[in-house]
């Protein structure tokens, strides 16, 4: 019976073979576990970078009317601001660019006609003011600056002046539409002058002092007069109707402009 004498070293070159192939296989396992993360690091940041704001921006879209809707059949004033008047609908829309927000404005309201009587006159002065036009969400406010108290800037009392008096939050007015290409905000004007639970013009107020029984802006009896729109500045003239709570008090109820 003859048998069969391996040498040594053929038997050790029989295991070394497979080490052999190792290295190949973990570069080739190593190139395409690479080559695998590069792709996915390549596309994930772009869908998390391309896809919320479009989702946020649909999402305002659906809730707010398209611009065009609004105005349409609105006679368009460009000027400082630009106005979107409807005379059909006694509707004023004031059109806000992105730069104006937190820009500061200055209000002149003046009596355009009186009573007559009462210290209530033509051409009298009832108050100037800067404001702020400031957006929070799908709403923008009209903010009046703290303008009495305030320091140099890089002065060290301006954090504890910013913390000690506040700016005033008049009022919060809902935006009516966006523009889907300059951005800008729309809103009414008649949510700011012609509401009854809102007196920018400050005539409300004045009125118990003067006659002697308390009155608020009847809406129905309240309209826009005059709208004009100038490079430098805006105009508008508006009638007020008042009405009482208690009609027995008084003579008559006032209208001014």
């Known amino acids: 019976m003859k048998r069969l004498i391996f040498p040594e070293n053929s038997k050790n070159q029989q295991i070394k073979i497979p080490r052999k192939n190792l290295p190949l296989i973990f570069f080739i396992l190593s190139l395409a576990f690479f080559c695998?993360?590069?792709?996915?690091g390549f596309w994930l940041p772009l869908a998390l970078s391309s896809g919320p704001p479009s989702n946020e921006q649909s999402?305002?879209?659906?809730?707010?009317?398209p611009f065009e809707q609004v105005v349409q059949d609105a006679q368009k004033l460009?000027?400082?601001f630009t106005l979107y008047r409807n005379q059909a609908t006694d509707k004023v829309y004031l059109e806000i660019k992105p730069q104006q927000l937190d820009k500061k404005f200055l209000?002149?309201?003046?009596?355009?006609?009186?009573?007559?009587?009462?210290?209530?006159?033509?051409?009298?002065p009832i108050g100037d003011f800067l404001f702020q036009l400031r957006r929070v969400q799908n709403n923008v406010q009209f903010v009046i600056p703290n303008i009495n108290f305030r320091t140099r800037p890089g002065d060290p009392q301006a954090g504890s002046v910013e913390r000690?008096?506040?700016?005033?939050?008049?009022?919060?007015?809902?935006?009516?539409?966006?523009?889907?290409?300059?951005?800008?905000?729309l809103i009414d004007l008649g949510d700011l002058l012609m509401s009854e639970k809102r007196d920018l013009p400050g005539v409300k107020a004045i009125l118990p002092m003067i006659l002697g029984a308390s009155y608020s802006i009847d809406e129905d009896k309240s309209y826009f007069k005059d709208v004009k729109a100038f490079p430098l500045n805006v105009e508008i003239a508006s009638i007020y109707g008042f009405s009482s709570d208690d009609d027995s008090a008084v003579n008559y109820l006032p209208s001014v402009s």
Do not use: D, N
């Open 36 to 40: 695998f993360s590069l792709y996915k």
């Open 59 to 65: 999402g305002e879209q659906q809730t707010l009317a």
């Open 78 to 80: 460009e000027g400082l």
């Open 107 to 124: 209000c002149f309201v003046t009596l355009a006609s009186g009573l007559g009587e009462a210290g209530i006159l033509s051409g009298m």
């Open 164 to 185: 000690g008096f506040s700016e005033s939050i008049l009022y919060s007015l809902p935006l009516k539409s966006i523009h889907s290409q300059r951005q800008t905000l």
